[in-house]
Nanobody, 122 residues
Framework: QVQLVESGGRLVQAGGSLRLSCAPSGRSFSAYPMGWFRQAPGKEREFVAA????????YYADSVKGRFTISRDNVKNTVYLQMNSLKPEDTAVYYCNLVASIGSTRPKYENWGQGTQVTVSS
């Protein structure tokens, strides 16, 4: 089973930046792209971005294009989400998970880590 550990979330002022990290481990995680998702209070979980381990192809939700950058380090087996120009609307718990393909907005498996809280104040 794949284990997913997110870190890096904290309180930040609007306009600021954060970098989140995702450390997957376990069975066959590298066979699939990795995605970032987020869930705000009272709202559905939504897709944010995804990246392939090989080649680094990326895919972003419209709401974060131009502000967020997903990247990966194949040596450290870590996926990052660089978040710039943060807005209060970005406040959410952020999760990482495998996705079936680079264009998918849904996780391959419905197993989630604890996530990491990002709070953007104005």
């Amino acid at each position: 089973q794949v284990q997913l550990v997110e870190s890096g979330g904290r309180l930040v002022q609007a306009g600021g930046s954060l970098r989140l990290s995702c450390a997957p481990s376990g069975r066959s995680f590298s066979a699939y792209p990795m995605g970032w998702f987020r869930q705000a209070p009272g709202k559905e979980r939504e897709f944010v971005a995804a990246i392939r381990w090989s080649g680094g192809s990326t895919y972003y939700a419209d709401s974060v294009k131009g502000r967020f950058t997903i990247s990966r380090d194949n040596v450290k087996n870590t996926v990052y989400l660089q978040m710039n120009s943060l807005k209060p609307e970005d406040t959410a718990v952020y999760y990482c998970n495998l996705v079936a393909s680079i264009g998918s907005t849904r996780p391959k498996y419905e197993n989630w880590g604890q996530g990491t809280q990002v709070t953007v104040s104005s």
